[in-house]
DNA sequence: ATTTCGGTCATACTTTCGGCCGATTTTGCC
DNA sequence: GGCAAAATCGGCCGAAAGTATGACCGAAAT
């Protein structure tokens, strides 16, 4: 395919075939002014104001080529449709981020489980009191007020399955 | 910090330091190499070049003044991670099954959401007496003692999301 | 050596929940 | 209208959950 060849081609060497023919456009110029105009007719000024604005052009030219453009970021937030996966993988980042210490996460998920304070004291042979020390941490982190309120935003985060 | 300081001016303005340095150099230069006698003899050529630099910072300060000022916008994806519930279609069998009523799976659906007997009261215009009534026949057709089982057993059996 | 942090435990208290009794009203249906 | 199921409401009491506070220990970091 020529044309596509031409094409990319074109786009890619863009800037260097425009600045060639441009410069030799300008050289042919010059040169023709200064025949008729400088050389021959003593037209001073109108050479003088050719140059002027040759580069006037060029100044804009270099300007607009080179100055840098601002950088403005944008944060576009994306929802992630979870895939229901059979084998529940707890998302480590979100755990690190709520900063949630593994007994936590393991009290967590015995409480989703629907385990009692007791028997999650029980399952972990630790004492009640230090299960609900566990959830006050827990709900602080997760900022929540009940344990099932607690279920239901870890397993949004997908802390737990 | 003034070195910082320095740095970061220096990061800043290096091309037009580096231009301005360069241009009192050439200064220096042509003075120390007998200025007048270059000047005298390409008077012309000195002119059309001052000319040149004029009228090209002229351009480069209409560019800038006049162009819009180019932005550049990045945008960030920040993935958020939600939970496909989009698809979620209660299973009517299992609902016909355990003889659950309309009301008593409202209850349970704002039981998972973490809402308290009083808040689901509330929310269904109804007595914190009526929700604990209801509580009571969920717990019984369910075969669980606790809130919590009830949310993880209910979703184990698609009743709920 | 001191601080920090996770994990442990305890006491005392308040709130909420659950269990169990009862009751009335509403709704849908024959 | 009569009936059954559903929905509503109330009280009581103990159990469980949650709040507040303080303490101890050991490992890791500084």
Redesign the pocket.
Known sequence: MQVADFKSFWIKYKDILLYGCSMAACMFLLNWMELRFVVYDHAFELFIGCIALLFTALGIWLALKLSKPKVQTIIVEKEIPVLSTDHFVPDEAAIRRL??????V??LGL?AKG???????NT??????????????L?VKLDV??????IERARALRVIP
Do not use: G, Y
């Open positions: 900063d949630l210490s593994k007994r936590e393991e009290v409480m385990l009692s304070n007791q028997e999650i004291a972990l042979f630790i004492s009640l009191s230090t299960i609900k020390t566990h959830n006050q941490s709900f007020k009940r344990r099932t309120q607690a």
